[in-house]
């Protein structure tokens, strides 16, 4: 479908322009950056989507980076006011029939799981995933004349390998293409009729995701997590059907691997998360760009995700940095990521 391409059922049609957000997220100082007196090189300009890099590290270089995103949130920025002003949208489209994707993008310890799922003990700590519940349930609770079937599948994908969270033991996920979309075969899919169906299908999959490593920072660090909402919507006076498709996406770490000392198995684990976040900035790039190829091949996370991406899907990218000089580099690796797949709006980036 050509970017301009109106939508069956919607009626309405937009650019591809407008269907790509990139969101730059700097989480606040840890205790442990507090104590060791960690000098901040992150200056965050909210109102208008600036984030400043300075090298305080290499007085040869250039000592302030500018880049420009369509949005720039700094440490005190709410889980509340990222959602409201960021995602209530997206899953608004979603809710008339659209797809989407939100990626959280970043090196460990940058604040993607905390956006995307949140931290325990406070609602106000809730993060986007149990929001988009929350949004889903009260629009479907508010609409008349209209019955929704909710389905959840939970995956994650390791070293290029699906797997199932919500049935861990089912084995070889394929994902397979059929007329205008893909699908994975035998991918498991519960059908949820609340916010708390949808709560507990999220804790089965996090509960899943432990299981057979020992480590499990460090492997949810370099994993995809992929949590998935299909949302069919019939219109009993018309009898028509429109489906909307939410991926919510935390990312594996993007930290560069050292390679000395690093285990074979490592680097290898390493050379994957590498090609799967390069191919999703390249298809984002291309779908830029116009490209009459897309290279959505050439991953399996973009392969899965290929129905929503581009077209008239919408994408919010939020790339999460940590504000300290020591993640310099990361953090200006995380910033030109985030640039590249920000071009796709054509809005001047200064310095860069
Ligand atoms: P990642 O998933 O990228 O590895 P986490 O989400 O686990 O990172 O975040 C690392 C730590 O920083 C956690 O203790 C988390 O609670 C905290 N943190 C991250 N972002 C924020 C934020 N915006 N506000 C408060 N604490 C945050
Ligand atoms: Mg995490």
């Known amino acids: 479908m050509s970017a301009k391409s109106k939508r069956p059922g919607t009626g309405t049609s937009q650019t591809l322009n407008e269907c790509v957000q990139v969101v730059v997220r700097c989480r606040p100082m840890s205790n442990r950056e507090r104590t060791e007196g960690s000098p901040e090189v992150v200056n965050v300009y909210p109102n208008r989507g600036v984030v400043e890099l300075q090298n305080l590290v290499d007085a040869n270089k250039e000592q ?46 940058t604040g993607k799981t905390f956006t995307m799922e949140g931290a325990r003990g406070n609602e106000d700590l809730m993060g986007i995933i149990p929001r988009t519940f929350e949004q889903i349930w009260l629009h479907i609770n508010r609409t008349e004349n209209f019955q929704f079937l909710v389905d959840v599948s939970y995956l994650e994908i390791y070293m290029e390998e699906l797997r199932d969270l919500l049935k861990p033991n089912s084995k070889h996920l394929e994902v397979r293409e059929r007329g205008s979309g893909v699908y994975v075969p035998n991918l498991h899919a519960i059908n949820c009729k609340s916010v708390d169906d949808m709560v507990h299908v999220m804790q089965i999959g ?81 779908l830029a760009e116009n490209s009459p190829h897309v290279p959505y091949r050439d991953s399996k996370l973009t392969r899965l995700l290929q129905d929503s991406l581009g077209g008239n899907s919408k994408t919010i990218m939020i790339a999460n940095i940590g504000p300290s000089a020591y993640n310099y580099n990361e953090t200006l690796t995380t910033l030109r990521y985030a640039s590249r797949a920000k071009s796709i709006q054509n809005q001047p980036i200064k310095n860069e």
């Open 206 to 286: 996090n509960k899943n995701r432990t299981v057979g490593f020992t480590n499990m920072n460090e492997h949810s660090s370099r994993s995809h997590a992929i949590f998935m909402i299909k949302i069919e919507m019939c219109d009993t006076e018309t009898n028509t059907i429109k489906v909307g498709k939410l991926n919510l996406i935390d990312l594996a770490g993007s930290e560069r691997q050292s390679k000395t000392g690093a285990s074979a198995e490592r680097l290898k684990e390493a050379s994957k998360i590498n090609l799967a976040l390069s191919s999703l900035g390249n298809v984002i790039s291309a």
């Open 64 to 109: 302030r980076k500018v880049f420009t995103y369509d949005a720039a949130y700094d440490a005190s920025a709410s889980q509340t006011m990222l959602y409201h002003e960021v995602v209530f949208p997206l899953v608004s489209s979603v809710l008339e029939g659209f797809n989407g994707c939100i990626f959280a993008y970043g090196q460990t310890g």
